[in-house]
């Protein structure tokens, strides 16, 4: 698998590791003053100086998770430059360029369906309300790779628990933004817009499901998913949409973006399985961007003690 090396991006678009590095010593406050003072170095490296006192009003430090692995951590610039998101293209490369157009602020999530608390919450609310936790989780491609990534986020359960779900509620929908001129590839019928995804409710107050609002100890990168999105460790990496603009409870299983695509290919579950091929290639094995030699792939991912007994009974090979 390649990747693209950073000589082939321009520089102007990327926001290099290393300041979302001096942003988290902004958010903690004190070497804001040591970074100015040391002058053109770290004023250079900023992106700008709203998005700085954005993230230091907004991303709280992160705490440590026990849900964490210990596994070593992709590089930043291989979870920033090697991404799936087809509103900015269908290949690997382009998000990162391309989802610079994407206005994350303002931004609001609307809350409907079956639940007491119907409402549309500022992004300020979910970074106001909730701390911030580090929960570095493997992430495993349907296609075939994988990644360890540092996420800063909150649990989903939290958030679902102040909305408070009507007892009808069975199933959470997750819709992406929809802006054809914004994100270029809504243009093209590659896929039906918005991207839509979904889980069981059960499946959603697990601790292990998270929303993401950063990366890396700073804000979510646009071509990550920013200004908020999913994280479903056990599920292939689908599951976890990006730029979410709506959540709605439900009570039938709702259409997923894939699913619609290519039913026989992508199921509604989802769960990293080793033992379900997909119908073009195997699922056993995976590759570690940045690893040479291929790993094997773990049932759930390799949080089956999390997750397993949300499947008991269920034969996974018919509901994939
Ligand atoms: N969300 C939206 N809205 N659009 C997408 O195309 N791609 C999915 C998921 N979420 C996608 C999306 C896929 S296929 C993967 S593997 C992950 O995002 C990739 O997340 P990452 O770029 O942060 O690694």
């Not at 909150?154 to 994100?183: H, N, W």
């Amino acid at each position: 698998m390649l990747i693209k090396k950073k000589s082939d991006i321009p520089s102007s678009e990327i926001t290099p590791q290393e300041t979302y590095f001096n942003r988290r010593e902004f958010m903690i406050g004190a070497a804001a003053a040591a970074a100015i003072a040391t002058g053109a170095r770290y004023v250079g490296e900023m992106a700008s100086p709203s998005q700085v006192v954005h993230a230091e009003n907004k991303l709280n430090v992160a705490s440590k998770s026990p849900f964490s692995t210990t596994e070593a951590q992709t590089p930043y610039n291989d979870i920033t430059n090697y991404n799936n998101y087809y509103e900015f293209g269908t290949d690997k490369y382009s998000p990162a360029k391309l989802a610079q157009t994407l206005q994350t602020r303002p931004w609001t999530v609307e809350v409907d369906g079956l639940v007491k608390k119907k409402k549309t919450y500022d992004i300020d609310y979910f970074l106001k309300t909730f701390s911030i936790e580090e929960r570095i989780y493997r992430l495993r491609c349907v296609e075939g790779w994988s990644m360890v990534i540092p996420w800063d986020g909150f649990p989903l359960s939290s958030f679902l628990k102040q909305v408070e779900p009507a007892s009808k509620a069975k199933f959470v929908k997750f819709t992406t933004k929809y802006d054809p001129r914004e994100m270029p590839g809504q243009r093209y019928g590659v896929l039906d817009w918005p991207y839509v995804e979904g889980l069981r409710l059960d499946e959603a107050m697990n601790p292990l499901a998270i929303l993401a609002v950063g990366l890396y100890g700073g804000e979510l990168p646009k071509q990550d998913g920013a200004p908020i999105r999913l994280v479903v460790p056990w599920k292939y990496g689908f599951k976890s949409i990006k730029s979410i603009v709506k959540i709605s409870l439900v009570d039938k299983q709702p259409p997923t973006t894939w699913n619609m695509a290519a039913p026989n290919e992508y199921g509604f579950y989802s769960n990293v399985n080793p033992n379900v091929d997909h119908p073009r290639w195997s699922q056993k094995k995976e590759r570690r961007i940045g690893e040479f030699f291929k790993r094997d792939t773990l049932m759930f991912n390799g949080y089956g003690d999390q997750v397993a007994s949300l499947y008991n009974g269920m034969d996974l090979k018919k509901y994939f």
